[in-house]
């Protein structure tokens, strides 16, 4: 149970650096430009915030915990990118669906992100809390 904690404060750490990241980067330069008339000019903080704790919890569950025991990085990373890809789809799918104006593009592009957020991610942490064990 503590290895679970641990991973998990892992993945959150790097979830956030790294989704951070790409927002910083995109955001601008390539959310804003295509969706810009549905996106709120500050983000609400208390969704966000449970999208990341849940978001990563999950990660950590169906992604990480089965290859904590004599898994891979590789298979770490598989399971993530999975993880990320469904979660994702979900999303831009269902935008795609219900909002107007919500591109398809931007739809592609982000379930893309969250197959390779949600891998590199899970990769990671499977990484770290393989060599901090090996310690």
Known sequence: MADHLVAYAVALVLFLIADGLWLGISGPRVYRPRIGAILRDRPRIAPAA???????AGLVYFAVADNLAGGTVFAGARDGALFGFFCYLTFNATSLALIRGYDRAIAMLDTGWGAVLGGLVAGATVAIMNWAAFM
């Open 50 to 56: 449970a999208f990341y704790l849940l978001y990563v």
